[in-house]
């Protein structure tokens, strides 16, 4: 069972609840309408969550289009289609967060509002397993870290380059799979996930935004930013 999803399931289904029942006493139909939808997708998690899953390019690509298709639906009803995304380290735990806020730390996994405007949070396990050593540099702990997961474990591509300068951190791809290639213009993709995580495990900080992706024939650009967060400012 995958306990993430699961989480992000209930926590939809919960606050699509409260929504249709706010839309009914204020008589939006509208809202109501959202609801249901978003109401929808979270079940559609729940149920999924239960399936057993196994690391591989297979498993990562079911996991991928049934995520990808929920986030999208959800993105669409909370007008996010434009937002930021970012990873935001809490615990034991990486909520990868679209909002229009930049790096909201104080957000809870599913839907909520923060500073005025939705966000959607995903809940997803951190990879401290492979970001131990304290030897390394941050780019060379965040290179390791994709390596093993995106070469060794699910063979996703031929090669992870990472490079830092002032903060920054520009993460090369190469030689992606055929399978995955198609999410590579939808608001997730495996490659982007992967890589936030990853960065919010192996750097020294609790908020790593997406500043921007290049998608070439073969491979991926992620260019990465540490953030402070909105509530630190």
Do not use: W
Not at 127 to 139: K, Q
Not at 180 to 197: G, N, S
């Amino acid at each position: 069972m995958n306990m993430h999803l699961l989480i992000l399931g209930v926590n939809i289904l919960v606050v699509s609840v409260l929504l249709i029942v706010y839309g009914i006493l204020i008589s939006d139909s509208g809202l109501v309408g959202i609801a249901l939808s978003t109401s929808i997708v979270g079940g559609v998690l729940v149920v999924y969550s239960t399936i057993p899953q196994d690391p591989s390019i297979t498993a990562l690509t079911g996991y991928s289009e049934i995520l990808i298709n929920a986030v999208t639906s959800t993105l669409e009803d909370l007008d996010l289609l434009e937002s930021q995304i970012c990873a935001i380290k809490r615990g034991d735990n990486v909520l990868l967060v679209y909002s229009k806020t930049p790096c909201p730390l104080e957000v809870d996994p599913g839907v909520g509002f923060t500073s005025g405007s939705p966000y959607l949070a995903i809940p997803l396990r951190t990879l401290s397993e492979l970001v131990e050593s304290s030897s390394e540099t941050t780019s060379t702990l965040l290179e390791r870290a994709l390596t093993t997961l995106l070469i060794e474990e699910y063979s996703a591509c031929r090669s992870v380059r990472v490079e830092e300068e002032s903060g920054f951190y520009r993460v090369h791809i190469s030689g992606l799979v055929d399978v995955l290639k198609q999410y590579l213009e939808r608001p997730l993709d495996p490659y982007t996930l992967l890589a936030l995580v990853a960065a919010s495990s192996a750097l020294t900080t609790r908020c790593v935004r997406l500043i921007d992706k290049r998608i070439m024939p073969d491979s991926v650009l992620l260019l990465l930013g540490v953030e402070r967060g909105a509530e630190e400012t």
